[in-house]
């Protein structure tokens, strides 16, 4: 087991400590950096890892930046607006119940590259493999992230 303690009152004063160069220093930087993550992950959702029927799912893909109290937070998740987000980011089964004609006498879909007419389907399972497009991003961009802070101290601290 792993366990940290942070005491983030000490860390936020020392944080507000820091001069005023590097506070803006940072915020430009953790902003700038956190647009150029979305494009990376907008990216993998135009054909990278997973192509892009309607868009919607990209679209949903958001970034927010926040500043409270000191604190610099950045998040970049999908806003929800899209269902299957969370199944394409990890993975997963799907159970699909006996599907029967509403307004025909059969049902008409493609299977095996060719089309297939059909009274019923059999209920099954369809397992839709991961395809990551968000925490893959990030691990990719993790250490850019971090030079990129870096080079803002040393330019401040120099």
């Known amino acids: 087991m792993i366990e940290a303690r942070v005491d983030a009152a000490r860390v936020a004063t020392r944080l507000l400590a ?7 220093g940072v915020r430009g930087t953790m902003q700038a950096q956190m647009l150029e993550l979305l494009a990376i ?30 604190a610099l937070t950045a998040r970049s998740a999908s806003d929800g607006s899209v ?15 006996e599907l029967r004609p509403v307004d025909a006498r059969a049902l008409a879909f493609a299977y095996g590259g060719r089309m297939v007419f059909a009274k019923r389907t059999a ?15 990030l691990k990719e961009f993790a250490g850019s992230f971090v030079d990129a802070i870096r080079r803002i101290a040393s330019r401040v601290c120099a």
């Open 83 to 97: 269902p299957y987000a969370r199944i394409q980011e990890y993975g997963g089964r799907i159970g699909i119940p």
């Open 41 to 70: 992950m907008r990216a993998k959702l135009s054909g990278d890892v997973l192509n892009a029927r309607s868009g919607n799912l990209r679209a949903s893909i958001k970034a927010e930046f926040d500043v409270d109290n000191g």
């Open 18 to 24: 820091l001069p005023r160069e590097m506070r803006g």
């Open 123 to 137: 209920a099954h399972v369809v397992t839709i493999p991961e395809r990551s497009y968000l925490r893959s991003s």
